[in-house]
């Protein structure tokens, strides 16, 4: 029985270091390990019979299965660490760069004026306090005129003639709808700022588009005034602009009263810049504020006119155009 078990034990040996050697991946190295030295493997089997041996034999068949496992571990670790050395090698020669190759050039981006522009008017606001709000572009009629305190049958809204579509909603005219939206779901103290496109029906020129870009912002507290409104637009005016004469001029807007624009002396003249004012009480009746407890103060400003300012463009329309020639001097 001795004999017959080391004889067992010895050819399993010599079958599993064949297998194991011939194994070609790491899968299959480990399915000839289950089947050697797990728990239901071949030498646990083989062992099981060892109950069976007389007292005195049993140490010498135990030495002898000891050592086979130690055969058939030392084969599997050998076996695995050329498998693992293998598939790296050819992983790395998969991957080669061949440094000798010319490079794939691919040109650097550039931020568009519009794009760079509203950036840098947002980093101000927020530096001074202010959270960006934004809003759907298409909107209903209740949002983008009769909550900003302009009725149907208002003649303010010939000023901002726009595009209607046929379920009777528009694409908004600026972005004063965003602030609404903004003041019915969060209670005062309010400052936020809202860029984003708006539409209007107008004749395409060197200096009007259809299309184009907005940002306004509002704020709502106790106790604001029309010096707070004036202070705030002079700081972000001159950190867009430099130290530059400021002055406002007496307007009307439906939604503020009283009401201004804002005129910048650029390039020894002045030109208009934005437009500003108190929130109308009838505003802040509709999104549900007590005007007797709350003020605030609203200006906004077209993006695409700042940019023609300071980039000193001659035509709006480069800025749609998407000339390289032009985007490659931003």
């Known amino acids: 029985m001795t004999s017959n078990l080391e004889t067992q034990l010895l050819a399993l040996r010599e079958e599993g270091e064949k297998a194991i050697a011939a194994a070609d991946t790491l899968e299959s190295l480990e399915e000839l390990r289950v089947k050697y030295l797990g728990k239901k493997g071949s030498l646990s089997v083989l062992l099981g019979g060892m109950g069976k041996l007389p007292a005195e034999e049993r140490p010498k068949i135990g030495a002898v299965a000891n050592t086979v496992k130690e055969a058939l571990q030392t084969s599997l670790d050998r076996q695995r660490t050329a498998l693992e050395a293998a598939k790296i090698q050819a992983q790395l020669e998969a991957e080669t760069l061949d440094v000798t190759m010319p490079g794939i050039y691919y040109p650097q981006g550039r931020v568009h004026p519009i794009n760079g522009m509203i950036d840098r008017a947002l980093d101000i606001f927020v530096g001074m306090g202010y959270t960006v709000a ?7 009629d209740y949002y983008n005129f009769e909550a900003l305190n302009t009725p149907p049958d208002h003649p303010a809204r010939d000023m901002q003639d726009t595009f209607y579509l046929p379920d009777g909603n528009l694409l908004r005219t600026h972005t004063s709808s965003v602030q609404i939206r903004y003041m019915e779901n969060e209670e005062p103290p309010i400052r936020i700022v809202a860029p984003g496109r708006v539409y209007r029906r107008d004749n395409v020129d060197a200096t009007h588009a259809a299309v184009f870009h907005q940002i306004e912002l509002l704020a709502i507290d106790e106790g604001l005034t029309f010096t707070d409104l004036k202070g705030t637009i002079k700081v972000f005016l001159q950190a867009m602009f430099g130290e530059l ?33 108190m929130v109308d009480p009838n505003v802040l009746k509709a999104v549900g504020y007590d005007p007797e407890i709350y003020t605030g103060f609203a200006a906004g400003f077209g993006v695409e006119r700042f940019a023609m300012v300071l980039h000193q463009l001659d035509d709006i329309r480069r800025v749609y155009a998407s000339d390289l020639r032009f985007l490659r001097q931003f």
Not at 134 to 140: D, K, Y
Request: hydrophobic share 35%.
């Open 134 to 140: 934004s809003g759907p572009e298409m909107e209903t």
């Open 245 to 277: 004469p400021i002055r406002f001029r007496a307007s009307y807007f439906p939604f503020t009263e009283p009401s201004a624009e804002v005129d910048l002396q650029w390039n020894g003249r002045w030109l208009e810049v934005m437009g500003c004012g």
